[in-house]
């Protein structure tokens, strides 16, 4: 397996601009994790599926972040508008119906200007 | 979820054996300790998970005192590339229909040196 996929692994983008991260988690697993970390900050939950569902997004910064899990292969997490302080690495990862393990994607660094 | 204390950073010579205390005093009868490590611009990787009794895995052992309130990550023969950040985390283990939600702290930092 390829393990957690995440692309772009890098993005710049202007503030005002749309900014879409996208996850592929491992084959099979059924619980999916967005996390931002951050120099300040450290690593935070941003939100977490189960079974496509949302079940946790008390981690969303504001309204300008959303995210999608259309099906059991596919994540989008969604920046609109983006700002310099959302600047941080997006990490993505799965795990398993059972599993105690997650496993993280590359991770994709964010720079806003 | 139980908090956890961590020293902030640690030095390891090459070869020995790396030990990271972590404190967590208030943890319930239910929560698991999880030890996951970041390389340097790396996604975070599970090492180690316990409840009650010690754990060994193929990266590291796990001590957890009796009564539960600290535990130590046993790095048995650290090498340069075991440098990273530790984060010990407490969390109880939702039923597998819901998975679970890491805390992560600000971990150890861990130098291991030639």
């Known amino acids: 397996d390829a393990g957690v996929i995440q692309s772009p692994r890098h993005e710049v983008t202007e503030m005002g601009q749309e900014v879409t991260l996208r996850c592929k988690p491992i084959s099979g697993h059924n619980s999916l994790f967005w996390y931002r970390q951050t120099m300040m900050r450290g690593l935070e939950l941003l939100i977490y599926f189960n079974n496509n569902v949302p079940i946790d997004d008390s981690g969303m910064p504001e309204d300008r972040f959303s995210a999608k899990m259309p099906n059991a292969s596919f994540s989008t997490l969604k920046i609109q508008p983006s700002e310099p302080r959302d600047s941080a690495v997006y990490f993505c990862?799965?795990?398993?119906?059972?599993?105690?393990?997650?496993?993280f994607g590359p991770g994709t660094r964010l720079t806003v200007t | 979820d139980a908090k956890t204390t961590q020293p902030p950073s640690m030095d390891c010579a090459e070869g020995r054996a790396a030990n990271l205390p972590c404190n967590h005093s208030?943890?319930?009868?239910?929560?698991?300790v999880y030890w996951y490590r970041q390389i340097h611009s790396q996604g975070p990787q599970y090492i180690i998970h316990?409840?009650?009794n010690n754990e060994t895995n193929e990266m590291a052992s796990l001590i957890i005192t009796e009564d539960r309130k600290s535990s130590t990550l046993i790095l048995p023969h650290a090498t340069l590339r075991d440098t990273a950040v530790y984060y010990c985390i407490v969390r109880v283990a939702l039923n597998s229909n819901s998975g679970y939600a890491l805390n992560f702290g600000k971990g150890t930092s861990l130098l291991v040196t030639p």
């Open positions: 990862a799965s795990s398993g119906q059972g599993g105690h393990e997650q496993y």
């Open positions: 316990g409840l009650k």
């Open positions: 208030t943890i319930s009868g239910n929560e698991y």
